[in-house]
């Protein structure tokens, strides 16, 4: 954690410690009778290849620059505390974690899918130890992020632009139209992960009300045998223009049968005979597939998996990661 990095790596730093962001310059790539073409006009005709590949760059990039701010802040506290850099860092992580009952009841619910053949104690003692690990990498990244604030860290790296059809997505969605922040998730019906990420999203709706909209994109993995059912009984309701309250019951239920999903959509007033024959026909395939096809052109692998004006959220998709893209779109208003 705490070793150097090359030389190589501090090319990609810029401005750590400085204020203004320097303009990017776009340089031609070649020249028509004339006329430049530009690297951005370039990237932007060759759309996702080129923008998957950006993203990928600027992910590495941000590892290595994070790593990189943290060993020159810890270096620099370390001095000031007259320690060795490895026994400071070792003294930001609490020793002790303090994880109630409710915490690891909640969590076991939330995670039961995952149990397998454990028995319930195994499980919430897996659960208790998950969750003071987590403790203990918060409190670190906490005191990681003072230490950010005192030095007055300015980072400068840019992250890339989406291609426009990522900012375009259509699909199931809630907000306005005209939102200037478009949330995109590719999800899983079965997946516990997704299950915790719908009120996360329901939480940022309710915070910035008209400024976002967010898109619905099924991505059912196949690991999970009842997600692909789920997801086209989810789009079969959306024909009923019933896909959010679907949407809604499919991520308060552990049960998704094939009685189930039919059930729930009696439930909601569906006219079941019609729902029925959706579930079965070809159209809600090609459904699936049109989302499954845009997942590969935005290299997603895993559930849930977010975009906030086509910019990936990345690690733990909770309510201040995901705020804090929008923000920067928004410029905070």
Known sequence: MFKHLTLALLSISPLLFAGEVPKRI???????????????????????????????????????LTSLINQRLLERAAR????????????????????????????????ADSRGNMSLDEFQQRVRLDLEARHRLEAYDQAIQRLRTEA??????????????????????????????????????????????????????KKYGDRVRVVFKNFPLPIHPRATPAAKAAVCAGEQGKFWAYHDRLFTS??????????????????????????????????????????????????????????????????DAISSLIDEETGGK
């Open 26 to 64: 776009d340089v031609p790539v070649a020249v028509v009778a004339g006329t430049a073409i530009t690297e951005e006009e370039l990237d932007a005709y060759a759309g996702s290849e080129i923008y998957a590949l950006k993203a990928q760059l600027h992910e590495a990039r941000k590892r290595a």
């Open 80 to 111: 000031q505390h007259n320690m060795t850099v490895e026994a400071y860092a070792r003294s930001l992580v609490p020793r002790d974690s303090v994880v109630t009952d409710a915490e690891v009841a909640q969590m076991a619910a939330l995670m």
């Open 152 to 205: 007055g860290v300015v980072v400068s790296l840019q992250q890339p632009v989406s291609p426009d059809f990522v900012r375009a997505a259509n699909g199931p969605s809630r907000g306005a139209a005209t939102a200037p922040v478009t949330i995109v998730e590719f999800s899983d019906f079965q997946c516990p992960y997704c299950k915790q990420a719908a009120p996360i999203l329901d939480a940022v709706t």
């Open 254 to 319: 552990s049960d998704l049968s094939d009685a189930a999903l039919h059930d729930y959509a009696q439930q909601l007033g569906l006219d079941t005979a019609s729902f029925d024959r959706c579930v079965s026909a070809d159209a809600v395939n090609a459904a699936l597939t049109a989302d499954a096809e845009q997942a590969r052109k935005l290299q997603v692998s895993g559930t849930p998996t977010i975009f906030v004006n086509g910019k990936q959220v990345r690690g733990q998709a909770d309510i």
